[in-house]
Each structure stands twice: as structure tokens, then as C-alpha cells.
């Protein structure tokens, strides 16, 4: 389909929200197991594990919880990754199939906000790395680590490809030795074998685990949509879930093991400590190697972050495509994260969870309606061009979509357990949170009941004929 040796060089990225006509995918289907497996293999994913030691919960049931959420959140995040081949779109602007050109606002919104999050938390955390080393101001490192990223994210998708895959390979290596030196230097059998067990603890940690790998669903198919039109819906699947699933098991149960060991716990503390005790100075270079896994993922993060500011924005004024309006919109991210991760305080942990748990509420409705509009109710048939149409068959406000999104949020609202808040069903429960399964089922079950008068057959006519326009009258 295309040149091996051109498809595999990096070059500036001239697609952004627009559709990815079949001549111009490449890449290999596997690419996505590397590609997220070091996207997820980031201290901000090792933190996640120290929820569950931090509630009182025993290290063995904070791994099980862990193993359960990440298992269970990974499954509806690769779901997403069939899209990208089938569509040939960005993830988010898929969304006005179900929720309207502006309806789709509202779950945009949501996601813009987990963007910002994360790479908030990530540019404090290696700004934290690099001052073991060398201490002083954070604000340089703040602008230099944001810069890196926003060079990567405007070249864009081959770029963030094969970086991603190169560093998959040195995380392997040092935190394969870093995970050994834990294991032999804290006394593995005392800290398995003793903990404390509360259902809470556990649904909390595993909600955690979960709602962190939902997180990524929003951009899945972002890094999927270059591939060819007919790669195997399982293969994509697979290798999307074995790369995610791989690198957040490995951390997050590093985390729970380090948290449940250490008394007082920290993600680069705790890898120094184990890492120097293997041997001197192999810790801080443990921390200095996770420094770029951060800065890759920042990069995705703003990439990701400008597709889905670019789709708001095409919904009310359409936007061309161009390299500068993607620089503009990785740039403005950009100023964005700077700015809050000046204004939030160090001790961020108590704030990272609650960002978790809060990032979890927001994306559960959405990734539901999702995932059933596009494996039940649709069956993966879309009219490409209608999703770029102010007047088109999916309307400004999808109000099937609309509707099963604000129904799963308020049902879940009960069953929520936060810092600030406890819902009345997770008081009865003691402090456990199960909102989350309750907010999948019925917005997914919402939104299939309400889709049930559409028309898909004359969708369907409608899409083969977009897809004639889109390939030039052929097939690609």
C-alpha cells in the first residue's frame, strides 16, 4: 500500500481532525502494544498503586484490586482501538455520531479536562525527578519539559510512534532491575504476607485502576487511524490491551508493594531508595530514564488535546486543517498546563486521586454510549462525511447521546466516594465506590433503548456513498 522505507520515517503530520483517506495508512498493527505500554509505563501510573496502602488496605488486595480495575478499564479502552482502522478518524470527533456536531461538546469538554490533568501531574512529577539531581527552580524545567513535548506533539503521529516504541525498550531494562532490587532489598515475604482488608480500600483502589485506564479511551483511536482499513479488529484489539494492560499492572502493583513496604511513600523517593540499594546511584538514574517516558506522554497528551479543542471548535466554525492552527492549539494546551501546574500545590497526591476517581465519573458515560453505538447499535457503519456536516444526518445535538450521558452521570452520583464527597448508597456501603459500574450500564443501556426507532439502513446508503467521495471512487 505504501513505501515500507517512507511509511517508517517520522515526518511532519499534515492530518489532524479530518479523515484518513486508505492510500496514506501505514504501520503495523503490533506498534500498538509498544506504543502503549511505555504511554502507560510513567510514574503517574506507579502512584496510582499507592491508593489502596494509603486507605490501609494490604499489599496482596491492593495488587488484586489493581489486577481487576486495570483488566476490566483496559478491556473498553482497546475496544476504542478497532475504531481507528474501521473510521479513519481522531477518537473524540467520532463522538458527533452519537452526541451531535455540538452536542459532542459536552463529553469534549470532559476530556480537554483529563488532557490538561494529566499532563499537569506528569510535568510536576519529572520536574521532581530532575531536582534529585539537580535542585532549584521548577519553573525552567516546567518550560523546557512542556516545550520538548509540544516539538513532539506538532510533528505528530510517526514521531510519537517510534519514540514511544524506542523507550519501551529501556523501561523494560531499568525497571526489570529496579522491580528485582525492590523485591530482594524490602523483604517481599513480610509485606505480602501481612495487610489489612477493607472492602472500601479495595473498591476504591480498583475503581482507581479502572477509571486510569478508561482514561486513555478518549485517545486510542488518535494512534490507531493510520492503519490500514482492513487490519483485523482482534489483532488491533490485542495488541492495544497487551501493551496497556502490561506496563499498568507492572506499575501500579510496584506502587501498592513500594507503598505497603516504605514509610513514607513517594514515586521518586521510593525508586531511588530500591534502586541505590541494588547499587549506588542506580536509583537516580532510574528516575532520571523515567524523565522522557513523561515528556512522551505529555506530548500525546497535547496532541490529543488539540484534536479535541480543533472538533469543539470545527462544530460552531469550520477550521481547516492546517499545520499552524495545530500549533496554535498545541501551544494554547500548552500555556494551559503551565499555568495550573504553577498554581497546584506539591503534595499532590491527595489531588491526584481525586482527579482519578473524578476523570473515572466523567468518562464512564461516555466510553458506554461509545462503545455501544458503535459494536450494537451502528455495527461500525458510519457516513464519514456526514460527521463533518453542519446539516448532515447526526444533527447539532444528538439527544439519544446526550441524554444516556447525563442519565449515567446523575445515576452514578449516589454511589460516588470522594474527598469532598460521599454519596448516600457508598455510605451504606462504607465508604465503597461502585459508581462506576452502576454509570456503565445504564448509560450504555440508556443509549441502546433510545436508538432503537433510528433509521440505519438509509445511514448505511448514505455512508457507502461518503465512502465513494472520500476514496475518490474507489475502494483506495
Avoid at 486507605?55 to 476504542?80: D, E, K, P, Q, R
Avoid at 524506542?166 to 517481599?188: E, K
Wanted: glycine share 10%; charged share 10%.
Amino acid at each position: 500500500m505504501n513505501n515500507r522505507t517512507e511509511a517508517s520515517r517520522p515526518k511532519i503530520e499534515v492530518r489532524s481532525i479530518d479523515y484518513v483517506p486508505r492510500r496514506e495508512r501505514h504501520g503495523k498493527v503490533w506498534h500498538q502494544a509498544p506504543f502503549w505500554f511505555t504511554g502507560n509505563f510513567v510514574l503517574t501510573t506507579m502512584v496510582v498503586g499507592f491508593t489502596g496502602p494509603a486507605l490501609g488496605l494490604g499489599a496482596v488486595y491492593s495488587m488484586l484490586a489493581i489486577v481487576i480495575g486495570v483488566c476490566f478499564g483496559t478491556f473498553f479502552m482497546a475496544c476504542h482501538a478497532n475504531q481507528g482502522p474501521r473510521m479513519g478518524l481522531p477518537q473524540m470527533i467520532q463522538s458527533r455520531a452519537q452526541f451531535g456536531l455540538r452536542g459532542a461538546i459536552v463529553p469534549f469538554t470532559a476530556v480537554v479536562f483529563v488532557y490538561v490533568g494529566f499532563n499537569v501531574f506528569n510535568v510536576i512529577l519529572a520536574t521532581d525527578a530532575i531536582n534529585t539531581v539537580w535542585p532549584g527552580h521548577r519553573v525552567p524545567w516546567y518550560l523546557l519539559l512542556i516545550a520538548v513535548a509540544v516539538l513532539l506533539a506538532v510533528v505528530g503521529h510517526d514521531l510519537l510512534h517510534s519514540v514511544q516504541r524506542w523507550l519501551t525498550y529501556v523501561m523494560m531494562a531499568v525497571f526489570g532491575v529496579l522491580t528485582v532490587s525492590a523485591a530482594l532489598s524490602l523483604q517481599m515475604d513480610a509485606v505480602v504476607g501481612s495487610g489489612h482488608f477493607s472492602w472500601a480500600a479495595f473498591l476504591i483502589q480498583l475503581s482507581a485502576a479502572a477509571g486510569y485506564q478508561i482514561s486513555y479511551a478518549v485517545y486510542v483511536s488518535d494512534y490507531s487511524r493510520y492503519l490500514p482499513h482492513e487490519t483485523s479488529s482482534a489483532r488491533v484489539i490485542f495488541w492495544t490491551y497487551l501493551g496497556a494492560a502490561g506496563s499498568a499492572l507492572w506499575l501500579m502493583s510496584l506502587g501498592a508493594f513500594l507503598a505497603s513496604a516504605l514509610p513514607t511513600p513517594d514515586a521518586i523517593g521510593s525508586i531511588r531508595q530500591v534502586g541505590n540499594a541494588f547499587y549506588p546511584g542506580f536509583g537516580t538514574l532510574a528516575v532520571l530514564i523515567a524523565v522522557p517516558s513523561l515528556v512522551g506522554i505529555m506530548a500525546v497528551n497535547c496532541y490529543g488535546a488539540m484534536l479535541t479543542s480543533l472538533s469543539a471548535i470545527d462544530a460552531f466554525r469550520k477550521v481547516a486543517a492546517t499545520l499552524r492552527l495545530r500549533v496554535i492549539g498545541i501551544g494554547t494546551i500548552a500555556v494551559v498546563v503551565f499555568v495550573v501546574a504553577l498554581a497546584i500545590p506539591q503534595s499532590y497526591l491527595v489531588s491526584f486521586n481525586t482527579f482519578v476517581l473524578l476523570m473515572l465519573y466523567f468518562l464512564i458515560p461516555w466510553t458506554a454510549v461509545n462503545l455501544v453505538d458503535f459494536y450494537i447499535v451502528r455495527k461500525g457503519q458510519y457516513a464519514i462525511g456526514e460527521i463533518f456536516n453542519p446539516e448532515g444526518i447526526y444533527g447539532h445535538w444528538g439527544c439519544p447521546g446526550l441524554v444516556a450521558y447525563v442519565t449515567g452521570l446523575l445515576v452514578m452520583l449516589p454511589f460516588m466516594s470522594l474527598s469532598f464527597y460521599t454519596g448516600p448508597f457508598a455510605v451504606a456501603l462504607g465508604g465503597a465506590d461502585i459508581a462506576f459500574l452502576i454509570g456503565l450500564l445504564v448509560a450504555g443501556g440508556t443509549y441502546a433503548f433510545l436508538c432503537r426507532a433510528l433509521d440505519l439502513e438509509a445511514e448505511r446508503q448514505v455512508a457507502v456513498h461518503n465512502e465513494r467521495l472520500l476514496e475518490g471512487g474507489n475502494d483506495g
